[in-house]
Structures are given as structure tokens and as C-alpha cells.
């Protein structure tokens, strides 16, 4: 059974004149893991404070489990915060880094230990309690800060782009391990990153902001498969748009007339067709014709850049290897159906 965890109401912060966040709603499910999503100064890490108690929004309200909590201080509000830079103190072990929450909250010194030790098996790195810090990779360095916030058991773990510091490799480890961790635990995790395969990967949900708002909010699947405007297109994954007018059931552009997928009344709009939707067809085979004039090999697949002849790009993905080559002149198709109609 799900019950709400979070509630942003209207949360609106200003910084002088510069308004930062913009009427915001966001309810949040206990156990759900939700991505902050989006580029930077979108006003992902004023939320997470205003969430935390670091920041008081100038207008709007937060619930936390259905009680308003707007002017709790921060230690009152049973949150853990992960940062970027672990923040680890360099003169205790880690053990001892673990076990800091706990002694600050005068726990008995039996169930120090257990709940320590219990949290660095979670993250596993219970060999490596003795040690200090600096003895540890970043990576490990990373898990340990994530014990220190499980230990306690807060009933939201907020996480500011935790990853950001680590290699590509380590990164997707850990993106498992958070995933297995968040499985394991039950915590309610809100989750900030700027980069768009992070976000698929982990999510639940994923809330993408531009200049302080929320564009969509919505499972990983769907804002990919569904994104509601060109620009939640362009942002999530690779994609392709033709910009035009609606005449009836098409879609007059530039570079030719297209059939919709969905019916739209007259105005500007969009489609857009994703990578992998597009075929790879003999020249005058299809409306659209291009060049190709890129051709990146990727192992599981081959990606296409054709250019359009007003100069405009076409991204193609094809499984395996292509035997299209470059500088070959192609036309481009697609199935209707997999394409989809954007407000411009
Ligand atoms: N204390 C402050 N005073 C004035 N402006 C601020 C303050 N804190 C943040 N801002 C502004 O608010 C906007 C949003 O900042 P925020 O740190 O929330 O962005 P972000 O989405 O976390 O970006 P990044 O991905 O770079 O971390 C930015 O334009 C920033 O300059
Ligand atoms: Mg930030």
C-alpha cells in the first residue's frame, strides 16, 4: 500500500529579484525514489534545501507525512543528506564517521555498534571499518557517506548529485548499489542529477525542471516514450524534430510534409521521431533525403548523423553494424505511429 511521504505546495523562492523556484507542486510516495532532473541553475538544489531546512521558501508550504513542516529546523525534520564532496571527517575511521549520527543522538553504545556495523555491510565495506578516509578509494569514500545517512534510519534521504565526482564505471556501479540500497532500506530518496541516462536508470519517477519549474513529471518510460513538449524531447535521450505548421492530418515543414500521428487543430508544432524509430532507406524512397555524414560504430549498435539539405541533423540508430557508409546519399522513414506530435 503507498501513502504519501512529501508534499510540495506551491513553493515559490525568490533571491532578490531573481526568482528561483516557481509555484511547485510534487507529492512523493513513502518508498518512491524520485530524480530531480535538470540543467544547471534549474533550481534543483534549492528545492532539496528548501526539503532539507537549509533554505525557507518565500511563499508555499512542504507537508512531510501530512503535517506542515515548513519552519521545522533541519535537525527536527528526520531527513539525511548525501552531498557531492562526501564530506567525510579525515581524522576518525570509518567506522567511527558512521557511528557520528548515532552518538550525537546519545544512543547506548551496544546499539552503536550494531546499527554501525549493520549499515557498513549495507554498503559493504565492513572490512575497511579500522580504516581512515584517505585510505579509500572515492567510490568508497562515497559509500561510506551513504552508511553515515542510513545509519539513522531518516525517513527521507535527500542526495544532491552524489555521483557527480566519480568516473563513468564507478558511477554506474554505485547507481546500482543506490538502487539495491534504496530496495533494501524502504527510504524515501530524492535523488538530484543533471544527467539524463543517470536519471532513466534509477528513477521511479523523474521530475524535470527548467528555470524553476516542473516541465513533467512522470516514470522513466513514459517521459521518454511521451515527453509533453520539444523541449522534455530534447532533454531526455536522443531525438529528432521537424518544425512546421498543422494543415488537417499534416504537418507542413521545411524539409517536406508529414503525415501526424494524432489529430491536432491548425498552429505550429512539432514531431519528433527518436533514433532508433528511423529507417534507413534507397534515396527517393521516402519524403525526407539527406547525406550521411557521420557514422559512429558503438558495438550493440551503429549511430547515423545525416544531413538534411537545409543543413539540419538526423540522429539514426541501427542494431549492430550498418553498411551504409559516408557521403551515400539515404532517405529517411518511419513508422507514424512511432512518431509523436509536440507543441512546438
Ligand atoms: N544564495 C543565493 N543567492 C542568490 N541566488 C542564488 C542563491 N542560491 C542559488 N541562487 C540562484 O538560483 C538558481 C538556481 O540555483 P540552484 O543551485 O538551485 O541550481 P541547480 O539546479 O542546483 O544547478 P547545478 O546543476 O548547477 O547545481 C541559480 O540561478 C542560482 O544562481
Ligand atoms: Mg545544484
Not at 513553493?11 to 528561483?20: A, D
Not at 534549474?42 to 513542516?69: A, C, F, V, W
Not at 494524432?262 to 532508433?276: D, F, K, N, V, Y
Request: a neutral charge; proline letters at 4%.
Amino acid at each position: 500500500m503507498s501513502s504519501v511521504k512529501l508534499q510540495v505546495e506551491q513553493i515559490t523562492r525568490h533571491y532578490g529579484k531573481t526568482i528561483v523556484l516557481q509555484n511547485l507542486d510534487l507529492t512523493i510516495q513513502t518508498g518512491e525514489l524520485l530524480t530531480l532532473l535538470g540543467s544547471s541553475g534549474s533550481g534543483k538544489t534549492t528545492l532539496l534545501q528548501i526539503i532539507s531546512g537549509l533554505t525557507e521558501p518565500t511563499s508555499g508550504r512542504l507537508l512531510i507525512d501530512g503535517k506542515d513542516h515548513t519552519r521545522t529546523p533541519v535537525h527536527q525534520r528526520d531527513i539525511g543528506v548525501v552531498f557531492q564532496n562526501y564530506a567525510l571527517f579525515p581524522h576518525l575511521t570509518i567506522e567511527e564517521n558512521v557511528a557520528f549520527p548515532l552518538r550525537m543522538r546519545k544512543l547506548p553504545g551496544a546499539e552503536v555498534s550494531r546499527k554501525t556495523k549493520a549499515a557498513l555491510d549495507m554498503v559493504e565495506l565492513g572490512h575497511a571499518a579500522q580504516r581512515f578516509p584517505r585510505a579509500l578509494s572515492g567510490g568508497q569514500q562515497q559509500r561510506v557517506a551513504l552508511a553515515r545517512c542510513l545509519v539513522y534510519q531518516p525517513g527521507i534521504i535527500l542526495m544532491d548529485e552524489p555521483l557527480g565526482a566519480l568516473d563513468r564505471q564507478l558511477r554506474e556501479t554505485m547507481q546500482m548499489e543506490i538502487k539495491r540500497i534504496h530496495r533494501e532500506s524502504g527510504a524515501t530518496i530524492i535523488f538530484v542529477t543533471h544527467d539524463q541516462e543517470e536519471a532513466l536508470a534509477l528513477s521511479d519517477r523523474i521530475c524535470l525542471m527548467n528555470e524553476g519549474r516542473i516541465v513533467q513529471i512522470d516514470t522513466p518510460q513514459t517521459i521518454y516514450q511521451q515527453p509533453n513538449s520539444a523541449f522534455v524531447a530534447s532533454f531526455i535521450g536522443l531525438s529528432n524534430i521537424l518544425k512546421g505548421d498543422v494543415r488537417g492530418d499534416q504537418l507542413v515543414t521545411q524539409q517536406g510534409v508529414f503525415a501526424l500521428p494524432t489529430a491536432m487543430p491548425a498552429g505550429r508544432a512539432s514531431l519528433m521521431i527518436r533514433p532508433e524509430d528511423v529507417r534507413i532507406l534507397k534515396a527517393g524512397a521516402a519524403p525526407l533525403e539527406g547525406e550521411i555524414c557521420e557514422r559512429i560504430y558503438a558495438g550493440s549498435e551503429t549511430r547515423l548523423v545525416v544531413t538534411l539539405a537545409d543543413g539540419a541533423r538526423f540522429i539514426v540508430r541501427s542494431r549492430g553494424m550498418s553498411g551504409d557508409k559516408i557521403g551515400d546519399r539515404v532517405s529517411l522513414g518511419w513508422d507514424v505511429q512511432q512518431s509523436r506530435l509536440l507543441l512546438a
